[in-house]
């Protein structure tokens, strides 16, 4: 079974810290991606990765940063966190191509105070 | 970017009947894929069904099946012989050439006894 962890379920910032949320899988995908969830919005992706050190850009890059060492692992950044950046982060993972389903983490609940 | 539209924010259905679940696409590629995710209370993204662009025939996976008319765009997700356990948000997402997945707001699904 694959499995994506993420490093934290809960997590409480201050306005203006930097943040990072890891997420690690076990499975040797080449893609990974993180997305944010908000009510009413759905899921709406941040960043991607297709392979180590390649990135691009989702929907809602502003304000984040991603890094991608190594294949397993996948960082997101939020260089200086604002209160409207409040939302459930999920990780996910697959092999590449566009008939492959993804993979989730179990998500990071961010409230930044 | 693709966009994927879900217009139900929220749907009720009776135990042991069936209910569609709508969702509309917006792609510019010939070949993608559309997906199906299930996410319960406990936060966790279950993947339930897959259609590729080129597949003629509808996907079917035990109880889900799924709705592809591809010159309407559209891939509604059919849940036959509804169960208390299918109370979820569902969502539906759609992968292209660009090796991302764009996903809708999503249907809160509530089956009722």
């Known amino acids: 079974d694959v499995k994506v962890t993420q490093s934290s379920r809960y997590l409480v910032k201050r306005t203006g810290e930097k943040v990072f949320l890891e997420c690690v899988q076990d499975?040797?995908?080449?893609?990974m991606f993180w997305y944010r969830q908000d009510p009413g919005l759905g899921l709406r992706l941040i960043y991607f990765s297709y392979d180590v050190k390649m990135k691009e850009k989702g929907d809602i890059p502003e304000g984040y940063s991603v890094s991608r060492e190594k294949k397993e692992r996948f960082s997101l950044i939020l260089e200086s966190a604002s209160t409207n950046q409040t939302s459930m982060y999920l990780c996910?993972?697959?092999?590449?191509?566009?008939?492959?389903?993804?993979?989730f983490g179990p998500g990071t609940r961010l409230t930044v105070l | 970017a693709q966009k994927i539209t879900q217009t139900q924010p929220g749907m009720f259905v009776q135990e042991k009947e069936a209910v569609t679940l709508d969702c509309t696409y917006d792609?510019?590629?010939?070949?993608?894929?559309l997906f199906w995710y299930k996410q319960p209370s406990s936060g966790e993204m279950i993947f339930l069904i897959y259609q590729g662009s080129y597949d003629e025939q509808n996907a079917t996976e035990g109880r889900y099946s799924l709705n592809f008319q591809k010159a309407r765009k559209s891939a509604n997700l059919v849940i036959s012989a509804s169960q208390l356990g299918d109370s979820a948000m569902y969502f539906c997402?759609?992968?292209?050439?660009?090796?991302?997945?764009?996903f809708g707001a999503g249907t809160r699904l509530t089956v009722k006894p």
């Open positions: 996910a993972t697959g092999l590449a191509g566009i008939y492959n389903e993804q993979f």
């Open positions: 997402a759609n992968s292209d050439n660009n090796n991302d997945m764009r």
């Open positions: 499975m040797d995908h080449e893609n």
């Open positions: 792609t510019s590629d010939q070949s993608y894929g």
